[in-house]
């Protein structure tokens, strides 16, 4: 696919769901500490679900030193609905520490920084500068940014990191920070994992899955 048709489908998606830089991140956090802990934490489990353990987990543990120094028992007991509690835990209480050792107690800036925590990949270290620091040196890919790229037309890779590189080489870097939040809304919303909703869809005359299955 070329880079103006790409594009246009996006402008497309953007029509459709609309948002501002503060809308586009299904967490509620409210600092970077927050939303680096959440996004550690909502691997395998939804964005309302992390949502929902938010204020308890962060009364009890509001900075990287409260959490370094949290017995792991209490902290599984709170995130215990995230489901993998327990390295969930290990990885959280390890990042905090790592903060406190490493970087001051402060979330770190860079992807290079991010990613020598526990629990933190390229997906997680992208969602943090975009979202936290407003700085988007990457992409997140998620599973619904991964299906619906490959579906697309975006990529013809399955490895997450692959993905990424080729949707950084096909957009410019004005969408890099929204994305995830319009491929996100576009899965959940009509091109779904179990049934996509093709005739539904605005953008199904640029979709290579649709067009090559000759519905077009
Ligand atoms: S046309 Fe169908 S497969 Fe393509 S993006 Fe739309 S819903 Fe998904």
């Not at 709170?78 to 993998?84: D, N, T």
Request: glycine fraction near 6%; aromatic fraction near 8%.
């Amino acid at each position: 696919m070329n880079a103006i048709t790409a594009e246009s489908i996006l402008e497309e998606l953007d029509h459709q769901y609309p948002c501002n830089q503060d809308e586009m991140n299904f967490l509620k956090f409210r600092n970077p500490f927050e939303l680096l802990i959440m996004t550690i934490l909502s691997a395998q489990t939804t964005d309302v679900t992390i949502n929902g353990l938010r204020d308890e987990l962060f009364s009890a543990y509001p900075d990287a030193s409260s959490l370094a120094r949290a017995d792991p028992l209490d902290v599984e007991r709170i995130i215990h609905s995230a489901g993998f509690y327990h390295s969930k835990t290990k990885n959280i209480i390890g990042a905090a520490k790592m903060l406190e050792e490493n970087f001051g107690g402060v979330v770190p800036k860079t992807i290079e920084e991010l990613t020598t925590l526990p629990g933190v990949g390229r997906k997680t270290a992208n969602i943090v500068t975009n979202h936290g620091f407003h700085d988007a040196c990457g992409i997140a890919v998620d599973t619904h940014v991964r299906r619906l790229s490959q579906k697309i037309g975006f990529t013809q890779h399955t490895d997450p990191d692959k993905i990424e590189t080729d949707l950084m080489t096909l957009f410019s870097k004005k969408w890099w920070s929204k994305i995830n939040f319009l491929l996100i809304s576009h899965g959940r919303a009509v091109c779904t994992a179990k049934k996509p909703d093709c005739m539904k869809c605005i953008i199904r005359h640029n979709c290579q899955s649709y067009i090559c299955r000759g519905e077009e």
